[in-house]
């Protein structure tokens, strides 16, 4: 089979030459990676891709890599294009699709991230599913996610790589690219149980001001080190709630807030 060297930038162009069509009467059966290693398909994405495709035709080819270490042969997966696939199959119209050779786990995790990325369509979590796969530390952050899940999953992220919130780009693509590892896993467990507790005192907040409010009490209690003593911070928190609630509307006065509550 001929090798196709993986970039975004050449997939489409070279896809042409090696374009194949499958349909029910094809001796190569495709199939589809099981979850985690690729999200679920929905059945209301299949219907407006089935729509779209009414209208527009079909604009590109499904990727399907061929795979030898999933069940110890050669099989084919679909890797980018599982909703166009079966939107094209309950149409009745044979699909376009092209094959790449994907020699490792890791790089099969790699390219779907690559593909998912571009197109815009996973979510932060999907990539943590796939990745939990191959690592133990995203099986952690999976579990921790929906222990702490009043807090956004790249905030819990931060917290458990020993990352700022502030810095949610960074951790994000940490995240995406397979390189998340947690450290001082007991320390990041005590930020995530205070940060629950501060946040069930304040009233409720938009995304913005939630993230606001997490990064700044994290930040907080790291500087305060051996010297934050939680239960008293939770205590003159309830008392100056409402000041706090007004200083998350001033960029850069809550860590102020926090140090001069009485």
Known sequence: MKKINFRLDTIYKVSLNN???YNSKSKKKIHFLPYPINRKTENK????IGESIKKKGVLRPV???ALTFLSGKLDYYVIDGQHMFRALEKLGFDIPYIVVDIDSQEELIEILALLNNSSKSWVLTNYIDSWSWLKDDYKKLNTYIAKYNDVEASIVGAVFSGNTVASGALVTRIIKTGNF????EKR???LMDYLRDALNVVTKMNRYENRYFCSEYIKYVKDEGKDYDHTKFIERLRRNKDCVSLAIHTEGRLVEKFRTMQ
């Not at 994405?45 to 407006?48: M, P, R, S």
């Not at 590892?181 to 001082?184: E, F, L, M, Q």
């Open 19 to 21: 374009i194949k069509w």
């Open 45 to 48: 994405h299949i219907d407006q």
């Open 63 to 65: 990727i399907v890599a």
């Open 181 to 184: 590892v947690i450290k001082n």
């Open 188 to 190: 990041a467990i005590s």
